[in-house]
């Protein structure tokens, strides 16, 4: 079965630092672009970072120099390295994963799975 999971959410004090795993697994063949996301309580839910399969990477203003998002091909993970974080991190933080997966012969597709979240909450 493929899925997506996310790990390393916590409760952390202002100004500390946590590292969010997103896993995927199952059968397949790799993946494409992966994005962090987060919903506070009462709000919507944003695009905190992302990173393309070359290892482009993109981030939200808020987060910019204190968040950073990388990629593990060869275990099929993506990081979320957060740092300096603030009472307004948090939220329950969402992996969004471009699973790309074997469709037949000589066919690949990439499928959008979401992760079932990791809550991080950071007391002042």
């Known amino acids: 079965q493929v899925r997506v999971v996310e790990s390393g959410g916590g409760l952390v004090q202002a100004g500390g630092s946590v590292r969010l795993s997103c896993a995927a697994s199952?059968?397949?063949?790799?993946?494409?672009?992966v994005g962090w996301y987060r919903q506070a309580p009462g709000k919507q839910r944003e695009l905190v970072a992302a990173?393309?399969?070359?290892?482009?990477?993109k981030y939200v203003d808020s987060v910019k120099g204190r968040f950073t998002i990388s990629r593990d091909n060869a275990e099929n993970t993506v990081y979320l390295q957060m740092n300096s974080l603030k009472p307004e991190d948090t939220a329950v933080y969402y992996c969004?994963?471009?699973?790309?997966?074997?469709?037949?012969?000589?066919?690949?597709?990439?499928?959008?799975?979401w992760g079932q979240g990791t809550q991080v909450t950071v007391s002042s």
């Open positions: 969004n994963a471009d699973l790309l997966l074997n469709t037949g012969p000589g066919g690949i597709k990439g499928y959008k799975y």
């Open positions: 199952g059968s397949i063949v790799g993946i494409n672009d």
């Open positions: 990173i393309s399969s070359g290892g482009n990477t």
